[in-house]
């Protein structure tokens, strides 16, 4: 009976140490501040929400620049210009200039992912 209970125990532990362990937090898929959203965007290729993570991030930044866009005047002049060639890159930029800017890590991340496209991609004149 202690041999069959030794066994149960140890498969249990077997079991749960197979369990992926996410490096990002549940609660950043919230996006309720910067921080969140950086972390989400800079979620490293080995961890298990990498996918979910990227797809959250760049479809976060493409919302907000659709909405942005939707509600501009249609004949409005473009407000930014030159942007990244992929979404990779962009998110890279991103990831890079709000880790430079820490100041807004709590800050709503719709209003700092504007402050990062009119500090590096506002139209000239």
């Known amino acids: 009976m202690r041999l069959l209970y ?3 125990v140890l498969g249990v532990t077997a079991t749960c140490s197979l369990t992926p362990a996410f490096a990002v ?3 950043d898929f919230q996006a309720k ?6 972390d989400l965007c800079s979620t490293p290729q080995s961890d298990p929400a990498f996918v979910q993570a990227q797809q959250f991030c760049q479809g976060f ?7 942005y866009r939707g509600a501009s005047a249609p004949d409005s002049k473009p407000r930014y210009c030159n942007l990244p060639n992929t979404r990779q890159d962009a998110t890279n930029a991103f990831v890079a200039w709000a880790d430079a800017h ?6 709503n ?3 700092t992912l504007f402050r990062f496209l009119d500090a590096n991609y506002r139209c000239g004149g």
């Open 6 to 8: 030794l066994s149960a």
């Open 61 to 67: 930044a493409a919302g907000a620049l659709s909405y």
């Open 25 to 27: 937090p549940e609660q």
């Open 109 to 111: 991340p719709a209003n």
């Open 102 to 107: 820490p100041q807004y890590a709590s800050d």
């Open 33 to 38: 501040t910067t921080r969140q959203l950086v």
